[in-house]
């Protein structure tokens, strides 16, 4: 009999701890929104995630320093062109080692997810128009197969999503020391449309009932991320249930005191009835963190001597029943996904959670 690791070569089999898994408690998660899967990955997991997000990292810094983004006709596709200031070589330099590239904007990530730029820099492997922080699995065997196919993982993500779930977006959350980190945020499902445009709001947006359109995002943090390094992650537990994504499209300027002072003001646990507070996370490695999309949250500042911070987000999503039948998922990068799918290489367990809500006939 041939093993699934002799069917896919990029496989670790046993990814997961067991034990981890078996201890989730749903009843728990509905309640506060979050929950931390502590030193879940393997010895050889945590290895092989490591080398992962270090190898990509690689490969998306060398496409920046590589491009000659000068040169590239932006007018052409429709798109404006970067400041000068910002694509200089200094420039470029500052955003290598998971700062993020200060210098693209939305329409060049939209245009980069549906068609690609043919003109990204390629040195003995292919770009695919895009950049790996963006869409890692389309540079990482391991990646694919643990967001779409290993049992393990599908199993964790049915325990948080239930039997239907898609892949909403996936991409490089490596930070190195000094990184700014996040302000208090959060995010929409699909369009916002099952959330309060209010940031604030008040009890009257509350619910006791973990409501069924849903996105989860799980961080994958397989060296740790200590409150002591900075860049912590902070939830609020029992937030999700107000379901208003906060300064999801607006400029974050909010920090622990604001919060304490605007948006938690007067706010309790639908389901406790304490005030809702803060909660900073000391996270071990090995370890992933699964919380609500919706729910505020935050990233500290990175110290400035700390190592730098390995991590990769996995964000899912229940199907909204509401959404427009199509071909992919909104996120999923559709020239690849076409490429991909038509040249057979495109597994099942891909198929299924790249597919859009309602798949277009």
Known sequence: MVSETQNNP?????????EVLAAFDRAVFERDGYWVWDNVLTDAGRRQFTASVQRLQQIHDRIILDTDWAAIDFASYGLPRPAPESITPQALAGYC?????GFTMTSHRSYMKNHG?????AHGFETHGMMPEHFPPAYDDFILDVMTEHPQMMELLGKVLGERFILDHCVL???????????????IYRQGQHEVEDDIGTDR?????FLQQQCVRNLCYPEGAKIEDGGELAVIPGAHLYRIPFKAQIHRTDFHDDMQAGWLQGKTHPVTGEPLEILPLSINPGSIVSFVHHMPHYAGRRSPD?????????AYRTPDPQAAPARWSENIPSH????TLESGTMSPGAQRLFQADLTAR
């Open 336 to 339: 690849w996904a076409d490429r």
């Open 117 to 121: 730029f043919p003109e990204l820099a």
């Open 97 to 101: 080692g998971g700062s993020e590239m």
């Open 306 to 314: 700390a190592a730098t911070r390995w991590a990769i987000l996995l």
């Open 173 to 187: 959350l490596n930070r190195p020391a000094g990184t700014r980190g996040r302000t208090w945020h959060a995010h």
């Open 205 to 209: 947006h509350m619910s006791t009932e």
């Open 10 to 18: 990029a496989r670790v089999p046993d990814l997961l701890r067991p």
